[in-house]
């Protein structure tokens, strides 16, 4: 393509969105391409003129652009509003700001919203590759060596206890692969997710509680005149309206339960 480009703010090589003619665009390449440059000249415009364009420009092909992408298996977050504009449950979806997309989270890696390159993405006529060689190709490039808890734990660098809480929170969560585990503090993690766990509510309570007592959330509550109760007082009041997640599972809030009795959370 005979685009020209131009400097942006803070020297960013974008491009002049008058040289893009979106009649001749043909394959995926071509389209993914052209909006990822289209964005990055809407971000980093200093000419609104030209700016505008881009932006104007990108959302006339966003839509073959999702459509293209969703063809070889993806989900993509992107549309004309910028937003999410659906209620997905997943953390492999692709986005796009101000380049080429970039995908949320991969259970292989701690990395987030990883730029995919053109080699991932392409084949060499311009089609987009099948999304599982996309990901292979990203994983050579980021991908974190998985642990093997069956090995760790026949060569005593790790309790029994600790395989079984970790398998069964993997199965409840459909990891298939673990990357750190720090049995002391009793949390893993598996791609860019985190958890921990404990023997049972009751710990887990106790936790929050000593917390609490610690005095300065209630030092900062009285401070701000949201209470009037001794810490005491105070500490039993919280976990009776909040519950002992509201002080531990700083992530969403949310903790599980296992059939054993042990509960875990989500920590990052």
Same mark, same amino acid.
């Given at each position: 393509?005979?685009?020209?480009?131009?400097?942006?703010y803070e020297d960013e090589r974008i491009v002049d969105p008058n040289s893009i003619?979106? *009649?001749?665009?043909?394959? /995926?390449?071509?389209?993914?391409?052209?909006?990822?440059?289209?964005?990055?000249?809407?971000?980093?415009?200093?000419?609104?003129?030209?700016?505008?364009?881009?932006?104007?420009?990108?959302?006339?092909?966003?839509?073959?652009?999702?459509?293209?992408?969703?063809?070889?298996e993806w989900h993509a977050h992107i549309f004309k509003t910028g937003s999410c504009?659906?209620?997905? *449950?997943?953390?492999?979806?692709?986005?796009?700001?101000?380049?080429?997309?970039?995908?949320?989270?991969?259970?292989?890696?701690?990395?987030?919203?990883?730029?995919? +390159?053109?080699?991932?993405?392409?084949?060499?006529?311009?089609?987009?590759?099948?999304?599982?060689?996309?990901?292979?190709?990203?994983?050579?490039?980021?991908?974190?060596?998985?642990?093997?808890? /069956?090995?760790?734990?026949?060569?005593?660098?790790?309790?029994?206890?600790?395989?079984? +809480?970790?398998?069964?929170?993997?199965?409840?969560?459909?990891?298939?692969?673990?990357?750190?585990?720090?049995?002391?503090?009793?949390?893993?993690?598996?791609?860019?997710?985190?958890? +921990?766990?404990?023997?049972?509510?009751?710990?887990?309570?106790?936790?929050?509680?000593?917390?609490?007592? *610690?005095?300065?959330?209630?030092?900062?509550?009285?401070?701000?005149?949201?209470?009037?109760?001794?810490?005491?007082?105070?500490?039993?009041?919280?976990?009776?309206?909040?519950?002992?997640?509201?002080?531990?599972?700083?992530?969403?809030?949310?903790?599980?339960?296992?059939?054993?009795?042990?509960?875990?959370?989500? +920590?990052?």
């Amino acid at each position: 393509m005979n685009w020209k480009f131009e400097k942006g703010y803070e020297d960013e090589r974008i491009v002049d969105p008058n040289s893009i003619d979106l *009649d001749e665009l043909k394959t /995926d390449k071509d389209f993914i391409v052209a909006y990822a440059e289209l964005s990055k000249a809407s971000h980093w415009r200093k000419d609104p003129i030209k700016g505008n364009l881009a932006s104007e420009k990108s959302k006339q092909i966003v839509d073959e652009v999702r459509t293209r992408l969703e063809r070889v298996e993806w989900h993509a977050h992107i549309f004309k509003t910028g937003s999410c504009e659906c209620n997905c *449950d997943r953390d492999d979806y692709l986005h796009a700001t101000c380049g080429m997309p970039e995908i949320h989270q991969v259970e292989f890696s701690s990395q987030w919203n990883i730029e995919l +390159t053109e080699y991932e993405l392409f084949n060499k006529d311009g089609s987009l590759r099948q999304k599982h060689e996309a990901l292979e190709l990203l994983r050579k490039r980021i991908g974190d060596k998985p642990l093997n808890p /069956d090995e760790l734990m026949k060569e005593g660098l790790m309790t029994k206890e600790t395989y079984e +809480t970790i398998r069964a929170i993997m199965d409840e969560e459909g990891f298939l692969e673990v990357h750190e585990i720090d049995e002391e503090e009793r949390t893993f993690r598996s791609g860019a997710k985190s958890y +921990t766990w404990r023997d049972s509510e009751d710990e887990a309570e106790e936790e929050a509680r000593e917390y609490l007592e *610690d005095g300065e959330m209630w030092k900062m509550a009285v401070e701000a005149e949201r209470t009037t109760l001794g810490l005491d007082d105070w500490v039993e009041f919280v976990l009776n309206m909040d519950g002992w997640e509201h002080e531990l599972c700083t992530y969403d809030g949310c903790s599980h339960e296992l059939e054993n009795g042990k509960v875990y959370w989500r +920590t990052n």
